[in-house]
């Protein structure tokens, strides 16, 4: 049996993640601060563990699972799971610098 390889799955979900976009904010929620950690098992199944913008943002119903089905894509993941949370809520000091520049807050 193959080796699970929690590190490179890791990278491999970031590298996923960053191709998601808050629909409102022209950058990606990786960069955006609404990424709170990423777990993997040795059974490569994945966890997400992520905020919103907003508890009523427009996109609390298909952002979770646009992020669960872009997880599972990847062959190396068994299994993803995203848990929302708002503890503690976002706030635009979770930006990256990157997305603070894009935004022009810098």
Same mark, same amino acid.
């Given at each position: 049996?193959? &080796?699970?390889?929690?590190?490179? +799955?890791?990278?491999? #979900? ?5 191709? +998601?976009?808050?629909? &409102? ?9 609404? +990424?709170?950690?990423?777990? #993997?098992?040795?059974?490569?199944? $994945? ?11 427009? $996109? ?6 646009? $992020?669960? &089905?872009? #997880? ?9 799971? #995203?848990? +929302?949370t708002f503890d503690p809520p976002w ?5 990256? &610098?990157e997305a603070k520049l894009e935004l022009?807050?810098?």
């Amino acid at each position: 049996m193959e &080796e699970i390889n929690g590190q490179e +799955i890791g990278e491999k #979900v970031v590298r996923v993640l960053k191709t +998601i976009y808050d629909p &409102e904010i022209p950058v990606d929620i990786y960069e955006l601060g609404l +990424i709170y950690d990423v777990m #993997v098992s040795t059974d490569a199944d $994945v966890k997400i563990l992520m905020t919103l913008t907003s508890p009523n943002c427009p $996109v609390a119903e298909t952002l979770p699972v646009e $992020v669960e &089905e872009k #997880v599972k894509s990847l062959k190396e993941v068994n299994d993803a799971e #995203v848990e +929302i949370t708002f503890d503690p809520p976002w706030n635009k000091d979770l930006m990256s &610098e990157e997305a603070k520049l894009e935004l022009g807050m810098l």
